[in-house]
């Protein structure tokens, strides 16, 4: 087999060390000579490895998608190294030989016959974009969370608020969570504090807040009130500072929010994740590919196994879920038509996945080109085949017993 790396370096990466293979030419021709030693994943070990490494000039360093480990290796190695970072699914070792000595020796080989296909490391700005935007996911996830423990928390005295109120951190329900804890009890009392659109409610506010609330529910709801406006808090910090962050990308993210179902939330995410260059991804389908929402491909001896979408960027799919799901409710867009008409013969995932790819095609299209998004518009399979939707026509017109006679309008 060819060699493309004549000295290539395998690092397998644990929490505390790291082991090292050097695989360099030997004295005679066509040998190797493979080293392996061990480092320290600390800062000043990584950096002795670094100019280790570097004495030794080697031409591709390769190292496995380690949990969360890999970073200071990478981070600290990528400025002057040619580091390439792998999926450990196709690095994966034989069967009953794997040693993290072995796991290293493994991956130098590969590497130097170029076996390998290096993951997308976004650069430090991107990186930086992702920490936020994972973090206020994280953190809106808490928060939802903490509300549904207020919420369970509330049956337990007998309160049926949220069984009136659609959100328990609306203002209406915070104004009397509040007045609850510091001693009102008197339903009449706590019902009138509904704000707006809520007044219309208070007598089945009345009913709702008819319960045993005690000093004990006063003492954990305010505990859950506390936790909520944290997360509020560290939520608005984290907006805040993803929209300093978000100012070179300030076009790619209003021409993202150009398509339907596409809020300015989603766009933050799909900006972090991709990192809005698209020379990474040769097409469209290969960025649709490396986010897992197109269908894969396993086959053997000419039948189809399996089109099970790969996992993906878990992020980005959810980002792109949620734009899918608000394009399909969408009224008069392409998305819209185009998921009904895939819903009604393949189901309402199959069609939101579909929803998904449309939309991550288009955004390589529109970053690549510097473009909007241009709708077809809801009528656009009625353009591309008239005769086929007139055919259709019929055939549903002549199953109900009528029969149809067609006359051209006039122009």
């Not at 000039?57 to 400025?79: C, G, N, Q, R």
Request: aromatic content about 6%; glycine content about 6%; overall charge positive.
């Amino acid at each position: 087999m060819d060699i493309v790396h004549e000295r290539s370096v395998g690092i397998d990466i644990s929490k505390r060390d790291a082991k090292v293979c050097v695989r360099v030419p030997g004295t005679a021709r066509g040998e190797y000579v493979s080293t392996v030693t061990t480092w320290g994943a600390t800062t000043n070990q990584v950096l002795e490895l670094k100019g280790f490494l570097e004495e030794q000039h080697v031409s591709i360093v390769v190292m496995e998608a380690t949990s969360d480990y890999w970073k200071p290796f990478y981070y600290l190695l990528e400025a002057t190294l040619p580091v390439m970072l792998v999926n450990a699914r196709h690095a994966k070792n034989l069967p009953g030989r794997k040693t993290d000595v072995s796991d290293a020796t493994w991956l130098a080989q590969l590497g130097a016959h170029g076996l390998l296909r290096a993951s997308f490391v976004p650069p430090e700005p991107i990186r930086e974009l992702r920490d936020l935007t994972r973090s206020r996911a994280i953190a809106v996830g808490d928060r939802t969370r903490e509300i549904q423990r207020l919420e369970k928390f509330l049956e337990g005295s007998g309160l049926k608020l949220s069984a009136v109120v659609s959100d328990l951190a609306g203002a209406s329900s915070r104004a009397m969570l509040e007045a609850l804890v510091a001693g009102e009890r008197d339903p009449q009392v706590l019902a009138q504090l509904a704000q707006r659109r809520m007044r219309p409610k208070i007598p089945q506010l009345v009913e709702a807040l008819t319960g045993r609330f005690t000093d004990h529910h006063a003492f954990i709801v305010r505990l859950h009130l506390d936790q909520i406006d944290q997360q509020t808090k560290a939520i608005d910090a984290l907006a805040e500072r993803i929209g300093t962050v978000m100012v070179p990308f300030r076009p790619a993210r209003e021409a993202l929010t150009s398509i339907p179902g596409v809020s300015g939330l989603v766009a933050d995410v799909i900006i972090a994740e991709t990192g809005a260059d698209m020379s990474v991804f040769p097409t469209a389908a290969h960025l649709a590919s490396w986010a897992g929402v197109c269908p894969g491909s396993n086959e053997s001896a000419g039948r189809v196994k399996s089109t099970k979408t790969m996992p993906g960027n878990k992020h980005l799919k959810a980002a792109l879920g949620i734009a899918a799901m608000s394009a399909a409710r969408s009224k008069d867009t392409y998305l819209s038509v185009k998921y009904k008409r895939i819903a009604a013969r393949r189901g309402p995932i199959k069609a939101v996945v579909a929803i998904e790819h449309v939309i991550l095609t288009a955004t390589w299209h529109m970053l690549v080109n510097g473009e909007v998004y241009q709708d077809p518009g809801a009528d656009y399979y009625l353009k591309r085949d008239p005769q086929q939707a007139k055919a259709r026509a019929l055939r549903q017109l002549k199953s109900l017993g009528f029969d149809v006679t067609l006359t051209p309008a006039a122009a």
